[in-house]
Nanobody
Framework: QVHLVESGGGSVQSGGSLRLSCAAS????????WGWFRQVPGKGRETVAN???????TYMDPAKGRFTISRDSAKNTLDLQMHSLRPDDTGTYYC???????????????????????WGQGIQVTVSS
């Protein structure tokens, strides 16, 4: 069983940067996806970005051009570098893993939050104006 632990959250002013990290204990073999998700009170978790075991990243529109997702297979870590942060980036950020992604030809389909079965405990990011 994979266990995920996030670190690196905190408070920053609008326009600032933060780097989130996720450390995985346990090994994910074969095809899988890792992702970062954000949740605000009263709403469900929404995808920020994910990356598959082929190293292919996918960004949701709010993250494009500002965030970079990366993984280090040797260290078993997943990072999210966030720049130009805005107040609407505020929320609890979760790292999650999908160990059974779908396929479309040679491409892996990571899916949305419901397809991710392993979750970290979450970490708070607060961006003030």
């Amino acid at each position: 069983q994979v266990h995920l632990v996030e670190s690196g959250g905190g408070s920053v002013q609008s326009g600032g940067s933060l780097r989130l990290s996720c450390a995985a204990s346990g090994h994910m073999s074969g095809s899988y996806c890792w992702g970062w998700f954000r949740q605000v009170p009263g709403k469900g978790r929404e995808t920020v970005a994910n990356i598959d075991s082929n190293g292919e990243p996918t960004y949701m529109d709010p993250a494009k051009g500002r965030f970079t997702i990366s993984r280090d297979s040797a260290k078993n870590t997943l990072d999210l570098q966030m720049h130009s942060l805005r107040p609407d980036d505020t929320g609890t950020y979760y790292c999650a893993a999908n160990e059974r992604p779908g396929r479309f030809g040679s491409a892996l389909l990571c899916g949305g939050p419901a397809q991710f079965g392993v979750w970290g405990q979450g970490i708070q990011v607060t961006v003030s104006s």
